[in-house]
């Protein structure tokens, strides 16, 4: 194997910035902050917007986090929009090459 080609794969603390609940698992997360877990180390910390914590499939709950107002642009985009008329159909084509080939027999 290549040397130093591997992230490094090590503690996270991941916490959920919605709720506040933190969860410890090994991850390749690059990050700057850092936190005391409950077993006295310290380990890098990675925020987190939506986890299991939160996300409504876990919880059974519908809460929409809108943090960059994606929702509303989302409407403007394609909730206000009308449906456009279906695209005229084409006339059907003549059988004109099949009565070419009875012709010619």
């Known amino acids: 194997m290549k040397a130093d080609i591997h992230p490094n794969y090590r503690y996270v603390v991941f916490q959920d910035t919605s709720s506040g609940d933190r969860i410890l698992t090994r991850s390749t997360i690059e990050t700057t902050e850092t936190v005391t877990w409950d077993d006295g180390n310290e380990y890098p910390l990675a925020k987190v917007e939506i986890s299991a914590f939160t996300h409504p499939f876990f919880t059974g709950t519908m809460k ?42």
């Not at 279906?86 to 099949?98: I, L, R, V």
């Open 64 to 105: 929409i986090i809108d943090t960059a107002g994606r929702v509303e642009r989302f409407q403007k985009r394609y909730g206000e929009r009308k449906r456009k008329a279906p695209a005229a159909t084409m006339p059907a084509e003549s059988n004109a090459s099949e009565t070419e080939s009875t012709d010619a027999e």
